[in-house]
């Protein structure tokens, strides 16, 4: 008799705790261009000094690991945390080191994610993400879509500019997707974003309309440091431009193509 080798599940969750909070949001933020959603997630984590309540593990992420300050290493995971908030608000946070490398680790688990959320009492479904332009913007605008005409409504209400045609890929968009499908509510709050650095400025535009959108008071003053750093790497970057349109005349027939590693 043949020993068949038992199926590895794709994502697998750990619960350390189930809370109940009715009428909860879910904001999700996570690795991408930019890092806009990600710095966004953690920084709500920290201001909100939010606990995990559940973790993802998943053989669709990349095949890497995380080294620690101490040398130490973990796995790829992603992580759901929970704290009430100001104003008898409830919030969920997701965020994760990696998303899944296939479509199928993305669906699943975007779905064990939502599931657990609805379980808790979760009623509507933020994700954060990057709307690319490959240009800089020291005032970055912030791009929406909604799973139902109240939400857009109330994205419009408070200065989000709606998406017209597009797509929004992996899980930005699935896990409002899967919301959809669950019976909740879902939106996608999209910073500007050149896609060339770290932008904490565009995580900052993003967690500013949320704020507005969800009615909770959020402090982004650590972003706006951050943000400021950012725009001083893209002076740099942007006079670097400067001097090589202006050198590049200058070198005629002997110019060779430059190579940035």
């Known amino acids: 008799m043949t020993e068949r080798a038992a199926r590895v599940p794709v994502v697998t969750e750990k619960v350390t705790a189930t809370p109940e909070a009715d009428g909860a949001v879910l904001v999700c933020g996570l690795p991408g261009s930019g890092y806009v959603g990600k710095l966004a997630a953690d920084h709500l984590v920290s201001s909100f000094k939010l606990k995990r309540v ?15 300050e101490d040398g130490t290493v973990d796995p790829p995971r992603g992580e759901l945390f929970f704290a009430p908030a100001r104003k008898g608000k409830y919030l969920f946070v997701f965020t994760a080191d990696a998303q899944p490398t296939t479509a199928e680790g993305e669906y699943e688990l975007s779905d064990a994610v939502v599931r657990f959320a609805k379980k808790c ?3 509507r479904v933020y994700t954060l993400a990057a709307y690319i332009t ?5 005032s970055p605008k912030v791009y929406g879509a909604g799973t139902s005409r109240a939400m857009l409504k109330a994205l419009t209400d408070n200065g989000v500019t709606l998406m017209k045609d597009g797509g929004i890929s ?12 669950r019976g909740l509510e879902g939106a996608c709050l999209l910073g500007e974003t050149s896609g060339y650095v770290v932008d904490a400025g565009a995580s ?29 790497v893209i002076s740099q970057l942007q006079a670097m431009a400067e001097q090589s349109r202006e050198a590049a005349p200058q070198a005629g027939r002997e110019q060779r193509p430059g190579y940035i590693g």
């Open 134 to 138: 490959g240009s800089f913007s020291s």
């Open 54 to 68: 559940a973790e993802y593990s998943s053989g669709t992420f990349p095949p890497q690991v995380s080294v620690r």
């Open 204 to 232: 900052k535009a993003v967690l500013e309309l949320l704020s507005k959108v969800i009615g909770l008071p959020i402090d982004t003053s650590k972003l706006k440091e951050k943000a400021e750093e950012t725009q001083k």
């Open 121 to 123: 009492g979760v009623k």
């Open 170 to 181: 992996g899980m930005n968009g699935l896990l409002i997707g899967m919301a959809a499908l």
